[in-house]
């Protein structure tokens, strides 16, 4: 007994003392600032180099003597990426990295739903802790000034108000999991071909009001630990390692405490990044190997490099402490965070979420003579035109390529909710045969050695003997389309669509048609098709998500997060000549001016009385509602004050719906030029048939203001504002005048 009371004591003394000696960068007591103070201190000079720059395709190392576990990073805007190999772009052949396909963000935007959006990062977040991943490599808030800009459905649309009000939820869902969020691509990434060479010239003003509020959100409201830096130039220096967007305005102005990290292959020069407030550095061609090197880590521009300036006296340790600081803060707040949850891969509860997104996006653009849902017709023949009606959509594109466990395309999700109909398919077209991108396989084999004509003919055929036509068309994911690294080439629709569409109306006048794609595309036909859906790139569930909308299982919401032109030339960065810039003498930099600087989107369509064919915000539903009654609390408001302002919206018709009410600001006298109409507000309302809610929106003077250059700061002027209250950025009859009563005021 004497025995076993003195080993307790050892042992409780033993405790006592190893907790006496616990160093304080792992005592979870301590705050989290003196933790990062011990652990650099401990730092050697190799150690510290070694962390700032990758190890791998995909990650950087951690600190293994001081029990920092390696960082991995992954591709995943709409999914966690397949694992490569460590030194390669080959897959690694593994086969648990499977996973769940979101919707694209263009579709994700399009619900207008701010509670969808947490639940995407959430989801996301568990499939990324599953995979062991530490920083998911998106979202993307980059705004949609061309349509021809190949990554424009990983974005958010053209509106940094609707933007901003998508990502940080987005942010906190991801991160709540423990797995940090690293926002791009920052700044003025705007388009694709050209991407490297880019060198962006826009006014501050256009710069602050429109370009960059996704981002200052996302970092000070969402609490984004990480932001990547975009390819382009802006003022004449390359955005991972840009003094002006870096050091003054991302950490100096918004207080960004996280990490800045290159796009791959995104630095390009050595001092630049030690000055510029670059952090960590992935993916760089080094020694003039444009294509990569083997084991070329060590030659990174922030590795070696970087180490003998400091031993050659040039630089002290300040700089590179510094980012040490921030990389520490971020092991802390993932791999060193020893309450991240578990997570969890192709769960049920993923799958639903996918679903549930993609149903709120998909926006029904048309529908005349209500031929929509095609449950209200008595069906005995659907005939499904269109190879993206059978081609996986969720391979390609880019970094944004994934290996999902399953995708459900859309012929296969009509003939399932269809049971009853004979479901019959006509190719119509061929355009993309590719059968792999980055060792992933797309499925099925799309060969086709049909002509044109033969396709055609075949379609027409069909098209006689069908009460209804889908023909699911649009774009894909294969170069100078929707993808990474190019620019689409033409507005109109690729493979002879527009051809076939109209010999198809020539013999069956019930067709709907169902556009693919993460961007506007021309609709010369748009007049003469009854209903025109727009069903993005939606990942997993894309089948079955279309098929519950055009059946009316689902009544759509959707509502577009861009302007959709009826030609290029009423966009303004085509109508103004500004895209895609004038090459320099030397044809190594192309200088591209935002000549319609603040007028983007529906901006510029008010400013030039240019009519969309569908304008933004726009997306019907199987219902109908009224907005009425529009108010405000008062009829003047001050500088320190808020206005309410309330509308009610009724279900005029006969199935339950969601309708999304738009509040948009106008100021009718100001000392600089300032659109028709900016969107300031939104809410998602869901209604019953015959049931009325009031909807309240409040804001403050920050709704009124605009970006002043002489000063840097915002302005609001006093007087005379219109608020309105809409469906869309049409015009509307929901008008309400109110006064700001002030002396012209800066606003931080």
Known sequence: MKKIFMSVLLFGATVSSQAQSLPVYLDESKPLEQRIDDALSRMTLDEKIAVIHAQSKFSSPGVKRLGFPDLWTDDGPHGVRPDVLWDEWEQAGQTNDS?????AL???????????SKLYGESLGEEALYRGKHVMLGPGVNINRTPLNGRNFEYMGEDPWLASRMVVPYIQGLQSKGVAACVKHYALNNDEEYRHQVNVIVSDRALHEIYLPAFKAAVQEGGAWAVMGSYNLYKNQHNCHNVTLLNKILKKDWGFDGVVISDWGGCHNTEEAIENGLDLEFGSWTDGLMMGATNAYDNYYMALPYKRLIQEGKYSTKELDEKVRRVLRLFYRTTMNRQRPFGFLCSEAHYEAALKIAEEGIVLLKNERNLLPLTSHPLKKILVVGENAIKMMTVGGGSSSLKVQKEILPLDGIRARFPNVEVDFARGYVGDTVQSYNGVTVGRS???????????AEAVA????????IFIGGLNKSNFQDCEGHDRQTYGLPYGQDQLIEALLKINLNLIYVNISGNAVAMPWAAKVPAIVQGWFVGSEAGEALARVLAGDVNPSGKLPFTWYARLEDCGAHATGSY???????????????KEDIFVGYRWTNKQKIKPLFPFGHGLSYTTFQVSNLRADKKEMTVDDQLTITADVK???????AEVLQLYISDTKSSQPRPVKELKGFKKVYLEPGEMQQVRFTIDRSALSFYDEKTGGWIAEPGEFVAMVSNSSAP???????ILSIKTLQTK
Do not use: M
């Open 651 to 657: 279900n005029t018709g006969s199935l339950a719906g």
């Open 462 to 469: 069909k098209a006689k003997e069908a009460d209804v036509v």
């Open 580 to 594: 895609p810039g004038i090459w320099r003498e030397d044809h190594q930099i192309i200088d591209e001016t935002y």
């Open 732 to 738: 509307s009859r929901n008008v309400i005048r109110f």
């Open 106 to 116: 263009t579709c994700l935007t399009a619900t207008w739903n701010p509670c969808l």
């Open 99 to 103: 996973c769940v396909a979101f919707p």
């Open 446 to 456: 799309l060969y086709d050695l049909r002509c044109a004509e033969e396709l055609t």
